[in-house]
């Protein structure tokens, strides 16, 4: 109980990241039975397939190995000659079987954990020359693992070899009087099926052995609670160094906001609290939309900025607070506010035609603007 207080006992799944890092090293899965079992099974197959051909050329060579006139053993030249062609027919049964154990092998071995090539699992470890190390592996729950699958393996393969012997005893008799060479073809086909069925006897352990090191692998790659916190905070960041990037987030944004206040059209207020900066383009491609927006000392900096780039600043309350409370900056004026956008925005132009002497004064903006009810915000 000490142990899961404290944090210390791997009762947590591991996470992605450890999970990626035991990859990194190497750590994956493997089990040796699987691998084993397919290289021995797919050498039993590639002899029933290739069994014959390579048979009839061992026939071969050795009829050749053993006819040939006298005259040639004085002949250095023919040595080479014979040898060559007597091994010229096995070439092509051999590299083909040899072939295909070799990929065997390499599936094999990735069947469970996959293709994984680590240059970490090939440094060399100096804790595995440790004599301590080395006694805790010989009588750890590993090594008492090992020794219950190697009783197995060998249980399995004594109880398959009396199973064959019986079942094949009428058989291996009766080659004693079939002829020459038809028992010794009779003899191989009978080699090769027992070394299939013995190889396929192996399975038994490979139905164990592969859930074992799933669950053995599951096991280690297991943390602590406080490893899973350190690595959150890792990955995550230190609390005030988060804070410290929205802090610098924070400010970039408002830089860039206040940047964009000198093009606004119209800065609209609320005189005690609020401020939302519309701007409007007069090619139709967009409503008009807001490119700043600001509370308390937020708003009066917008209206300052305004100020000094002569943008025309307009209080109405409703209508600001509707604008804040709904939008965000580079959203486009919610359709049920165009009514009363499209008042403010003809008081400003009719307000820049009256001081460019092209029109008479406007009148004033009315402080009822139409405000929808779901639109309407007293704070």
Not at 356 to 376: E, H, M, T, V
């Amino acid at each position: 109980m000490a142990e899961n207080e404290n944090g210390t006992d791997k009762s947590e799944e591991a996470t992605p990241e450890r999970i990626r890092k035991s990859k990194e090293k190497g750590q994956v899965a493997r089990s040796k039975e699987l691998a084993t079992a397919s290289v021995l099974i797919s050498a039993a197959l590639s002899f029933l397939v290739f069994g014959d051909r390579l048979a009839f050329e061992l026939s071969v060579m050795m009829k050749r190995a053993f006819t040939f006139e006298r005259s040639v053993l004085f002949s250095p030249e023919y040595m080479w000659i014979h040898i060559t062609d007597s091994f010229k027919g096995l070439a092509i049964p051999m590299f083909t079987i040899l072939l295909m154990l070799f990929i065997i092998s390499i599936l094999g071995s990735s069947l469970l954990g996959g293709m994984l090539f680590s240059t970490k699992a090939m440094m060399p470890k100096w804790s595995k020359l440790s004599p301590k190390a080395g006694l805790k592996r010989m009588l750890g729950m590993q090594a008492y693992v090992e020794l219950l699958k190697s009783i197995m393996k060998v249980t399995v393969v004594i109880g398959m070899v009396w199973w064959i012997l019986g079942a094949t005893f009428e058989r291996i008799l009766h080659l004693s009087v079939m002829p020459l060479p038809a028992s010794v073809f009779e003899a191989l086909d009978m080699l090769t099926w027992m070394f299939l069925l013995l190889c396929s006897s192996m399975l038994l352990i490979v139905i164990v052995d592969v859930p074992y090191q799933i669950y053995k692998h599951t096991e280690e790659l297991k943390m602590t609670k406080q490893e899973v916190k350190d690595e959150y905070r890792n990955s995550e960041g230190k609390p005030e160094v988060k804070q410290r990037i929205r802090q610098l987030q924070y400010e970039a944004s408002q830089r860039k906001m206040m940047g964009d206040v000198p093009d606004a059209d119209v800065i609209v207020t609320n005189p005690t609290h609020y401020s939302v900066a519309i701007k409007y383009e007069q090619n139709g491609e967009r409503a008009p939309y807001i490119v700043a927006k600001g509370v308390d000392f937020m708003a009066l900096k917008i209206r300052e900025v305004g100020r000094e780039y002569e943008v025309p600043v307009m209080q109405s309350p409703p209508l600001c607070r509707a604008i804040y409370h709904t939008t965000e900056i580079g959203d486009e004026v919610p359709e049920e506010l165009f009514v009363a956008i499209a008042q403010v925005l003809a008081y400003i132009y009719q307000l820049d035609q009256f001081r460019k002497g092209k029109s008479g004064r406007p009148k004033a903006l009315p402080d009822d603007l139409r405000i929808p009810k779901g639109f309407q915000y007293n704070d």
